[in-house]
């Protein structure tokens, strides 16, 4: 008799650290308040940090990126502020349309090898929520 192999467990998200979400796609911005954290972590003063990477945009600041499109904070072991990463990169991908919206999902499942292509969007949502996310804008 042949035996099932039982369905590999996998969280419904891990992070495969691909990197492909820091491609700057859509802006990445700071707000004022997150800078200091973010400017130490890189060993530069505040003003520092906003003049090396970033450009200041209706009182927020949008982080630069390279001629290839990758965030300019990405470095070779990945997010150079990861302890203090802005809020839309901690966010990621239990954004509010994504949540809100299958076929957004279907995109960030194409896009983000981290989340379980086994998932159906409404365990991805049950899931989100036990993380504290949900399809509100926060
Ligand atoms: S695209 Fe997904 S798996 Fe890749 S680094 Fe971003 S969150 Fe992680
Ligand atoms: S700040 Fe960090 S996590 Fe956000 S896009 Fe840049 S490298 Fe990626």
Redesign the pocket.
Same mark, same amino acid.
């Given at each position: 008799m042949t035996q099932m192999k039982p369905k590999k467990h996998r969280a419904p998200f891990e992070c495969q650290r691909c990197?492909d979400?820091?491609?700057?796609r859509g802006g990445?911005f700071?707000e004022a308040g997150e800078i200091a954290a973010?400017a130490a972590l890189v060993d530069l003063s505040p003003d520092q940090f906003i003049a090396r990477h970033c450009r200041e945009r209706d009182g927020r600041y949008e982080?630069l990126v390279g001629a290839d499109g990758?965030?300019?904070?990405?470095?070779p072991q990945?997010? &150079? =502020?990861?302890q203090a990463?802005?809020a =839309?990169? &901690?966010r990621?991908p239990f954004f509010p349309g994504i949540l809100a919206n299958p076929s957004a999902f279907e995109d960030a499942r194409q896009a983000c090898p981290g989340i379980d292509p086994d998932i159906s969007h409404e365990e991805f949502v049950a899931y989100a929520r036990t993380q504290g996310y949900s399809e509100e804008k926060s």
């Open positions: 990197n979400c820091c491609q700057g990445i700071l973010a982080v990758a965030c300019g904070l990405m470095g990945g997010c &150079r =502020i990861h990463k802005p =839309i990169c &901690r990621w």
